[in-house]
T-cell receptor
Framework: EAGVAQSPRYKIIEKRQSVAFWCNPI?????LYWYQQILGQGPKLLIQ????????DSQLPKDRFSAERLKGVDSTLKIQPAKLEDSAVYLC?????????????FGSGTRLTVV | SQKIEQNSEALNIQEGKTATLTCNYT??????LQWYRQDPGRGPVFLLL?????KEKRKERLKVTFDTTLKQSLFHITASQPADSATYLC???????????FGGGTRLMVKP
């Protein structure tokens, strides 16, 4: 089966600019997650979708970050305006049912550098 | 506060030896604990899941233990190979909801 697809792979922007990341999860996976991974740290959950509804966005900086999952398939994560501390890898993951008893499948991520 | 701690220092071992990585947690009562492998420039890859009522889980050369009294999981790779060199992340479900929270990972280097 195809894996989780993410694009772009790399992005360099200046602070205060906006940027968007795209994710296509594994076909049929109901649950989609966006994680932020700062260099040298573990991934930190930003938002979880179940189909096209938000399950948890408590760690999403909503003043600058937004995410949507239209039609319960693809998802986009947007940052506007970007800050230097947003430099990180943004990982998308999906799982079949969103159960704690199953592993997640991650994409390769988008590496964002804010200068 | 809630913490998931993994040794931030790299673990260097000789090929053929057993690698043991540690994951400690505080202020969590996870029902499940997972281990992932992450290579540079790639996303984490799911390896194993262990439930709170399981003491040990094995998969090929991998073994995971889960001690809810000590609040610790150990991850073992037997007969280690240079190809096992990567960062290994533990993750557990939080006290509320189904979301996985990850530790900071431990880098393993297996020397030939």
């Amino acid at each position: 089966e195809a894996g989780v697809a993410q694009s772009p792979r790399y992005k360099i922007i200046e602070k205060r600019q906006s940027v968007a990341f795209w994710c296509n999860p594994i076909s049929g996976h109901a649950t989609l997650y966006w994680y932020q991974q700062i260099l040298g740290q573990g991934p930190k959950l930003l938002i979880q979708f179940q189909n096209n509804g938000v399950v948890d966005d408590s760690q999403l900086p909503k003043d600058r970050f937004s995410a949507e999952r239209l039609k319960g398939v693809d998802s986009t994560l947007k940052i506007q305006p970007a800050k230097l501390e947003d430099s990180a890898v943004y990982l998308c993951a999906s799982s079949n049912r969103g159960s704690r008893a199953e592993g997640y499948t991650f994409g390769s991520g988008t590496r964002l550098t804010v200068v | 506060s809630q913490k998931i701690e993994q040794n931030s220092e790299a673990l260097n071992i000789q090929e053929g030896k057993t690698a043991t990585l540690t994951c400690n947690y505080t202020n969590y009562s996870p029902a499940y604990l997972q281990w992932y492998r992450q290579d540079p420039g790639r996303g984490p890859v799911f390896l194993l899941l262990i439930r709170e009522n399981e003491k040990e889980k094995r998969k090929e050369r991998l073994k995971v233990t889960f001690d809810t009294t000590l609040k610790q999981s150990l991850f073992h790779i037997t007969a280690s190979q240079p190809a096992d060199s990567a960062t290994y992340l533990c993750a557990l479900d939080g006290n509320a909801g189904n979301m996985l929270t990850f530790g900071g990972g431990t880098r393993l280097m297996v020397k030939p």
